[in-house]
Antibody
Framework: EVYLEESGGGLVQPGRSLRLSCVVFGFAFDDYAMHWVRQAPGKGLEWISGISWNSGSRTYADSVKGRFTVSRDNAKNSLYLQMNTLRPDDTALYYC?????????????WGQGTLVTVSS | EIVLTQSPGTLSLSPGERATLSCRASQSVSSSFLAWYQQKPGQAPRLLIYGASSRATGIPDRFSGSGSGTDFTLTISRLEPEDFAVYYCQQYGSSPSTFGQGARLEIK
Protein backbone atom coordinates (compact mmCIF):
# COMPACT_ATOMS: atom_id res chain seq x y z
CA GLU A 1 0.00 0.00 0.00
CA VAL A 2 1.29 3.45 -0.92
CA TYR A 3 1.76 5.75 2.04
CA LEU A 4 3.36 9.18 2.41
CA GLU A 5 4.03 10.82 5.76
CA GLU A 6 5.08 14.43 6.17
CA SER A 7 6.76 15.84 9.26
CA GLY A 8 8.63 18.90 10.42
CA GLY A 9 5.83 21.44 10.55
CA GLY A 10 5.19 23.75 13.47
CA LEU A 11 5.08 27.33 14.69
CA VAL A 12 7.97 29.50 13.48
CA GLN A 13 8.70 33.22 13.61
CA PRO A 14 8.83 35.30 10.42
CA GLY A 15 12.27 35.28 8.85
CA ARG A 16 13.23 31.93 10.34
CA SER A 17 13.74 28.56 8.64
CA LEU A 18 12.08 25.18 8.73
CA ARG A 19 12.79 21.86 7.04
CA LEU A 20 9.94 19.55 6.07
CA SER A 21 10.41 15.84 5.45
CA CYS A 22 8.29 13.27 3.70
CA VAL A 23 8.98 9.54 3.95
CA VAL A 24 7.23 7.21 1.55
CA PHE A 25 6.30 3.54 1.53
CA GLY A 26 4.80 1.09 -0.91
CA PHE A 27 6.33 2.15 -4.22
CA ALA A 28 9.73 2.46 -5.91
CA PHE A 29 10.51 6.00 -4.75
CA ASP A 30 13.48 6.42 -7.10
CA ASP A 31 11.27 5.83 -10.17
CA TYR A 32 9.02 8.85 -9.63
CA ALA A 33 9.04 12.60 -9.44
CA MET A 34 7.62 14.22 -6.33
CA HIS A 35 5.80 17.47 -5.61
CA TRP A 36 5.12 19.76 -2.68
CA VAL A 37 1.68 21.39 -2.64
CA ARG A 38 0.36 23.68 0.07
CA GLN A 39 -3.05 24.86 1.19
CA ALA A 40 -3.53 27.95 3.32
CA PRO A 41 -6.34 27.70 5.89
CA GLY A 42 -9.70 27.80 4.09
CA LYS A 43 -8.05 28.36 0.73
CA GLY A 44 -7.28 26.39 -2.43
CA LEU A 45 -4.33 24.29 -3.49
CA GLU A 46 -1.04 25.89 -4.48
CA TRP A 47 1.68 23.89 -6.23
CA ILE A 48 5.02 25.08 -4.87
CA SER A 49 7.78 22.70 -5.93
CA GLY A 50 8.67 19.58 -7.88
CA ILE A 51 11.71 17.34 -8.24
CA SER A 52 12.38 14.66 -10.83
CA TRP A 53 13.29 11.07 -9.99
CA ASN A 54 17.05 11.71 -10.07
CA SER A 55 16.99 15.33 -8.78
CA GLY A 56 18.03 16.50 -12.24
CA SER A 57 15.06 18.82 -12.54
CA ARG A 58 13.83 21.01 -9.70
CA THR A 59 11.09 23.57 -10.22
CA TYR A 60 9.46 26.17 -8.00
CA ALA A 61 6.51 28.51 -7.92
CA ASP A 62 7.44 32.18 -8.09
CA SER A 63 6.05 32.64 -4.57
CA VAL A 64 8.82 30.49 -3.06
CA LYS A 65 11.65 30.69 -5.61
CA GLY A 66 14.91 31.70 -3.97
CA ARG A 67 13.60 30.91 -0.47
CA PHE A 68 12.64 27.22 -0.66
CA THR A 69 14.79 24.29 -1.81
CA VAL A 70 13.48 20.84 -2.65
CA SER A 71 15.70 17.75 -2.36
CA ARG A 72 15.40 14.01 -2.07
CA ASP A 73 17.37 11.04 -0.77
CA ASN A 74 16.39 7.99 -2.78
CA ALA A 75 18.31 5.68 -0.44
CA LYS A 76 16.08 6.84 2.43
CA ASN A 77 12.82 7.03 0.42
CA SER A 78 12.59 10.62 1.56
CA LEU A 79 11.69 14.03 0.17
CA TYR A 80 12.60 17.32 1.79
CA LEU A 81 11.66 20.98 1.60
CA GLN A 82 14.05 23.51 3.12
CA MET A 83 12.11 26.69 3.76
CA ASN A 84 14.08 29.87 4.51
CA THR A 85 13.05 33.45 5.20
CA LEU A 86 9.55 32.36 6.08
CA ARG A 87 6.70 34.85 5.85
CA PRO A 88 3.21 34.89 7.42
CA ASP A 89 1.71 34.10 4.01
CA ASP A 90 3.64 30.80 3.99
CA THR A 91 1.24 29.59 6.70
CA ALA A 92 -0.39 26.49 5.26
CA LEU A 93 -0.82 22.74 5.33
CA TYR A 94 2.06 21.33 3.28
CA TYR A 95 1.44 18.14 1.33
CA CYS A 96 3.99 15.92 -0.35
CA UNK A 97 2.65 14.03 -3.33
CA UNK A 98 3.85 11.32 -5.68
CA UNK A 99 3.87 12.17 -9.37
CA UNK A 100 2.52 9.69 -11.90
CA UNK A 101 5.78 9.78 -13.84
CA UNK A 102 9.55 10.13 -13.53
CA UNK A 103 9.80 13.80 -14.46
CA UNK A 104 6.33 15.34 -14.65
CA UNK A 105 2.69 14.41 -14.40
CA UNK A 106 -0.35 14.55 -12.17
CA UNK A 107 -0.08 13.57 -8.52
CA UNK A 108 -1.70 10.24 -7.76
CA UNK A 109 -0.88 9.79 -4.07
CA TRP A 110 -0.78 12.38 -1.32
CA GLY A 111 0.22 12.49 2.33
CA GLN A 112 -2.04 13.97 4.98
CA GLY A 113 0.05 17.11 5.27
CA THR A 114 2.07 18.92 7.93
CA LEU A 115 0.97 22.31 9.21
CA VAL A 116 3.34 25.26 9.11
CA THR A 117 2.36 28.41 10.99
CA VAL A 118 4.48 31.52 10.55
CA SER A 119 3.72 34.04 13.26
CA SER A 120 5.46 36.17 15.84
CA GLU B 1 2.54 30.93 -15.83
CA ILE B 2 -0.76 29.43 -16.94
CA VAL B 3 -3.74 30.71 -14.96
CA LEU B 4 -6.66 28.30 -14.60
CA THR B 5 -10.12 29.73 -13.96
CA GLN B 6 -12.83 27.37 -12.75
CA SER B 7 -16.55 27.99 -13.09
CA PRO B 8 -18.97 28.10 -11.50
CA GLY B 9 -17.45 28.82 -8.11
CA THR B 10 -20.28 26.94 -6.41
CA LEU B 11 -22.74 24.51 -7.95
CA SER B 12 -25.86 23.46 -6.05
CA LEU B 13 -27.43 20.22 -7.25
CA SER B 14 -29.36 17.23 -5.94
CA PRO B 15 -28.26 13.59 -5.86
CA GLY B 16 -28.98 11.93 -9.19
CA GLU B 17 -28.46 15.11 -11.19
CA ARG B 18 -25.66 15.77 -13.67
CA ALA B 19 -22.80 18.11 -12.72
CA THR B 20 -20.65 19.99 -15.20
CA LEU B 21 -17.58 21.89 -14.00
CA SER B 22 -15.45 24.05 -16.26
CA CYS B 23 -11.75 24.90 -16.24
CA ARG B 24 -10.43 27.55 -18.62
CA ALA B 25 -6.71 28.15 -19.14
CA SER B 26 -5.07 31.48 -19.93
CA GLN B 27 -3.06 29.74 -22.65
CA SER B 28 -3.10 26.37 -24.31
CA VAL B 29 -2.33 23.43 -22.02
CA SER B 30 0.46 21.35 -23.51
CA SER B 31 -0.61 17.87 -24.69
CA SER B 32 -3.81 18.09 -22.67
CA PHE B 33 -1.79 17.71 -19.47
CA LEU B 34 -4.81 18.63 -17.37
CA ALA B 35 -5.94 16.82 -14.21
CA TRP B 36 -8.96 17.00 -11.92
CA TYR B 37 -8.94 16.37 -8.16
CA GLN B 38 -11.63 15.98 -5.54
CA GLN B 39 -11.11 17.20 -1.98
CA LYS B 40 -13.37 16.57 0.99
CA PRO B 41 -13.08 18.44 4.32
CA GLY B 42 -10.09 17.30 6.36
CA GLN B 43 -8.78 15.07 3.58
CA ALA B 44 -6.00 15.26 1.04
CA PRO B 45 -6.99 15.73 -2.60
CA ARG B 46 -7.74 12.64 -4.69
CA LEU B 47 -6.80 12.34 -8.33
CA LEU B 48 -9.88 11.75 -10.52
CA ILE B 49 -8.85 12.49 -14.10
CA TYR B 50 -5.50 13.01 -15.84
CA GLY B 51 -4.54 13.69 -19.43
CA ALA B 52 -7.84 15.60 -19.64
CA SER B 53 -9.92 12.43 -20.04
CA SER B 54 -8.28 9.37 -18.44
CA ARG B 55 -9.81 8.15 -15.20
CA ALA B 56 -7.40 7.42 -12.36
CA THR B 57 -7.32 4.00 -10.72
CA GLY B 58 -10.51 3.17 -8.85
CA ILE B 59 -12.50 6.20 -10.03
CA PRO B 60 -16.12 5.37 -10.90
CA ASP B 61 -17.18 5.77 -14.53
CA ARG B 62 -19.75 8.42 -13.63
CA PHE B 63 -16.74 10.79 -13.60
CA SER B 64 -15.52 11.87 -17.04
CA GLY B 65 -13.24 14.56 -18.37
CA SER B 66 -13.08 16.23 -21.74
CA GLY B 67 -11.56 19.18 -23.54
CA SER B 68 -8.33 20.37 -25.07
CA GLY B 69 -6.40 23.56 -25.66
CA THR B 70 -7.78 26.07 -23.18
CA ASP B 71 -11.21 24.63 -22.29
CA PHE B 72 -11.74 21.56 -20.15
CA THR B 73 -14.76 20.01 -18.45
CA LEU B 74 -15.35 17.56 -15.62
CA THR B 75 -18.73 15.84 -15.78
CA ILE B 76 -20.33 13.74 -13.06
CA SER B 77 -23.19 11.93 -14.76
CA ARG B 78 -25.36 11.04 -11.77
CA LEU B 79 -24.40 12.60 -8.47
CA GLU B 80 -23.98 10.35 -5.46
CA PRO B 81 -24.07 11.77 -1.90
CA GLU B 82 -20.32 11.23 -1.57
CA ASP B 83 -19.59 13.40 -4.62
CA PHE B 84 -20.36 16.67 -2.85
CA ALA B 85 -16.93 18.19 -2.33
CA VAL B 86 -14.51 20.74 -3.76
CA TYR B 87 -12.99 20.07 -7.18
CA TYR B 88 -9.72 21.45 -8.56
CA CYS B 89 -8.21 21.38 -12.01
CA GLN B 90 -4.44 21.39 -12.46
CA GLN B 91 -2.21 21.81 -15.47
CA TYR B 92 1.13 20.00 -15.41
CA GLY B 93 2.26 20.59 -18.98
CA SER B 94 4.10 23.83 -18.32
CA SER B 95 6.31 24.87 -15.45
CA PRO B 96 5.25 26.01 -12.98
CA SER B 97 2.34 23.65 -12.57
CA THR B 98 -0.79 25.52 -11.48
CA PHE B 99 -4.17 24.77 -9.92
CA GLY B 100 -7.51 26.40 -10.49
CA GLN B 101 -9.10 28.21 -7.56
CA GLY B 102 -11.51 25.34 -6.90
CA ALA B 103 -15.23 24.77 -7.39
CA ARG B 104 -17.57 23.73 -4.60
CA LEU B 105 -20.27 21.19 -5.39
CA GLU B 106 -22.94 21.41 -2.71
CA ILE B 107 -26.20 19.62 -2.02
CA LYS B 108 -29.26 21.59 -3.05
Amino acid sequence: EVYLEESGGGLVQPGRSLRLSCVVFGFAFDDYAMHWVRQAPGKGLEWISGISWNSGSRTYADSVKGRFTVSRDNAKNSLYLQMNTLRPDDTALYYCAKVKGAVAGPTDYWGQGTLVTVSS
Amino acid sequence: EIVLTQSPGTLSLSPGERATLSCRASQSVSSSFLAWYQQKPGQAPRLLIYGASSRATGIPDRFSGSGSGTDFTLTISRLEPEDFAVYYCQQYGSSPSTFGQGARLEIK
